[in-house]
């Protein structure tokens, strides 16, 4: 008997560390479990082979769209379209193979490429995810059956000029989006059925496209956003205004915010440049640095350590996160998005389909391989770009290029 509750408890053990490497291992959002591009992953390549990692399956009928994808276990969701509408997509991640679809609205036609935006979000059995004009649908995960929708236009929100990109924010009963407007600029919605538990009538910004970042700032639950005119920081609880600073936004301002403890980094391009505030124990706010080291245009930053890495108009950066010193700028390689994983950088330039890894260090670029994408979109707008930032989950770096979905192999022989 003693020996069976032995096993028992072991078998028991063993479950439990399954499901724990699983769920940490989910990239459950827009930039993965906690908005920063940063994965978790171990046991990956460190140096590519001649030609890249290899490809383990492409998906060809994605439709028009900038979404990433979101990965729960073995399936990926993201956003396209079909059929003259916008979709959510559901894929088998291992194989690429189609399990459902689920309409949320019509197809946001756009000079820079038609289609959502958005990455949508997993919570539960449910996915949250906002269509190019602004309807945010509630979808089930089995088989994409609509729960609710909500649009941003009945929040008060008027569709930014290059669609709403916001990728919106699941925390605990409140799906957290920013219609903006006079009515107030973010708003929370009750996850289960939609309705609105609040709304910020004392900030009423117009929407850009950064997505919101949650974070606890001298104890409170605080959700941080970034605006063409505003840093903000808003009460998880009631939607209060804690704090806010100026910001000096140009045409468009994307990048999602960076938080560390009491510190706020955030970048935008168009020559704006980088900015981080400390938000003192009164909530009153202090510029540690402002300057222009950084001026990311929609790529994103990534903090490793105490150093920030991205694209920064032009070539890419380190800068010192304390200091906003920078400590190295390489410009052989194009303008694009980036991940995270493993002590390296994935690095996709936009313009060519060229993807490189290289070491996340301030002691200078050392990159260790790079392949191009192929073949890539032929329904692509001829002023869009690969847009779509890089994703490391499962031992697989997922790309995108509108209707093709790619996933390659980038584990270390031996691993699984």
């Known amino acids: ?22 769920s940490g291992a989910d990239w459950l959002q827009w930039r993965g479990p906690n908005r920063d591009d940063v994965s978790s992953e171990k046991g990956l390549l460190k140096s590519w082979p001649e030609g890249g990692p290899t490809r383990v399956w492409i998906f060809t009928n994605a439709g028009s ?7 729960v276990g073995n399936k990926l969701y993201t956003l ?95 799906v957290v989006c920013t219609p903006g407007g006079a009515k107030g600029a973010i708003a929370a919605l009750n996850r289960k059925t939609g309705e609105l538990m609040w709304q910020t009538a004392e900030f009423t910004d117009g929407a850009h496209y950064a997505s919101i970042v949650p974070a606890k ?66 909530n009153t706010v202090e510029t540690v640095f402002e300057n222009k080291v950084i001026k990311n245009h929609h790529g994103g930053v990534i903090l490793v350590g105490d150093h920030l890495y991205g694209h920064a108009e032009p070539g890419w950066t380190c800068q010192d996160f304390k200091t906003g010193a920078e400590v190295w700028n390489h410009r052989g390689f194009g303008k694009g998005a980036v991940g995270y994983a493993d002590g390296m950088l994935y690095c996709l330039e936009e313009g060519s389909g060229k993807v490189a890894l290289a ?41 995108r290029d509108q209707d093709l979905i790619y996933c390659y192999d980038v584990r270390e022989k031996g691993k699984s």
């Open 359 to 399: 070491e996340a260090s301030p002691a200078g670029w050392k990159g260790h391989g790079q392949f191009t994408l192929n073949p890539q979109s032929q329904i692509r707008n001829r002023q869009g770009r690969i847009w779509v930032h890089p994703v490391i989950c499962n031992g697989k770096l997922y790309l």
């Open 217 to 282: 700032i001298n104890g409170t639950d605080t959700y941080v956003q970034l605006t063409a005119q505003s840093i903000v920081g808003i009460a998880a609880k009631d939607g209060k205004v804690i704090w806010k600073e100026a910001f000096p936004g140009k045409v468009a301002v994307i990048p999602t915010p960076i938080v560390r403890d009491n510190i706020v980094y955030v970048t935008a391009g168009y020559g704006v440049g980088c900015k981080q505030i400390k938000i003192k124990s009164d």
């Open 80 to 174: 396209g379209t079909r059929d003259g509408a916008e979709i959510v997509l559901a894929l088998d991640a291992n194989t690429g193979k189609e399990l459902w679809t689920a309409s949320i609205g019509d197809v946001l036609q756009n000079d820079w490429g038609n289609g959502p935006r958005a990455t949508p979000t997993v919570d539960g059995g449910h996915i949250f995810a906002m269509s190019g004009k602004g309807n945010l649908a509630c979808v089930n995960v089995a088989d994409g059956k609509v729960v609710w929708q909500k649009t941003m236009a009945s929040l008060g929100g008027k569709t930014p000029g290059w669609g709403y990109c916001e990728s919106v924010l699941v925390d605990g009963d409140r």
């Open 1 to 22: 008997m003693p020996r069976m509750k032995s096993t028992r408890f072991f078998l028991t053990l063993l479950l439990l560390s399954s499901l724990l490497t699983t």
């Open 65 to 71: 769209s900038y979404s990433g994808p979101a990965i």
